[in-house]
């Protein structure tokens, strides 16, 4: 859709939030076609806006992208949601480099575009959504482990099924073992929410390790999970 110059103003950037604020009511009621319309529409006047009213405008571009993602995805059309998810995730990337504070956007938006990529197989560019996920959060956890530990512990986990789908299983263990690691300290503090994903985790490791030809270091897993139920000691 494109919208003739004299049919646009400096209201435009206003214009394109109140079509994007409209376009979330709409995919919130389950109206999906007209959500869907509202999102194109959306996204064409953000794209106007940062043409013509500078970058500034860029973070509502990607949000518009985002909901059109979410609602082309809804409708079926996996391939064009998948387009629109990427692009904003470029965009983010860029806002965030000088806007530190938009990363939870970005973030939100990788999530997305991590499920997309898992619903379709596409197995490498999951492994690379994944690993910027994981990548983002090392750098929360290191400056607030309370508040962002436990999204690390869940990304880790996400980076190494999606390794061993890519076909490199080396590179899953040592994720394993990572995530491990990070699940033992949160249990160590709050054993109620989290001592079961990490007998999960240990789990998994020790199912990965006997699928390599490991099965020492999976009998020994085993065997700790079945002698400490509490997992209080190292992996």
């Known amino acids: 859709m494109t919208f003739p110059a004299s049919a646009l103003s400096a209201h435009e950037p206003a214009l394109a939030s109140a079509v994007l604020n409209h376009g979330f009511a709409l995919s919130r009621a389950a109206r999906l076609p007209e959500a869907l319309a509202a999102s194109e529409e959306a996204v064409a ?33 996996r391939e064009e949601a998948l387009a629109a998810l990427e692009e904003a995730v470029l965009i983010l990337q860029s806002v965030v480099s000088h806007e530190p504070g938009r990363e939870p956007l970005l973030i939100s938006v990788l999530a997305k575009l991590g499920f997309l990529h898992s619903s379709m197989e596409r197995w490498p560019e999951l492994v690379e959504v994944a690993t910027e996920l994981v990548v983002r959060h090392r750098r929360l956890a290191a400056a607030d482990p309370v508040a962002h530990e436990p999204a690390l512990a869940g990304y880790l986990g996400d980076l190494g099924v999606s390794l061993w789908r ?24 709050d054993p109620g929410a989290f001592l079961e994903k990490l007998r999960t985790v240990e789990a998994a490791r020790a199912n990965g390790l006997e699928s390599v030809g490991r099965e020492a270091e999976a009998a020994e897993i085993r065997e700790r999970l079945r002698s ?3 997992c209080t000691g190292n992996g």
Not at 47 to 73: I, K, P, Q, S, W
Not at 175 to 188: S, T
């Open 228 to 230: 400490d139920p509490g």
């Open 166 to 189: 890519a076909g490199r299983p080396d590179e899953a263990l040592e994720v394993g073992v990572q995530a491990a690691e990070v699940y033992r300290r949160l249990a160590a503090g």
């Open 45 to 77: 006047l953000g794209r106007v806006a940062v043409e013509r009213h500078g970058r500034v405008h860029e973070r509502g571009l990607a949000m518009a992208l985002d909901n059109l993602g979410t609602d082309l995805f809804r409708a079926g059309r």
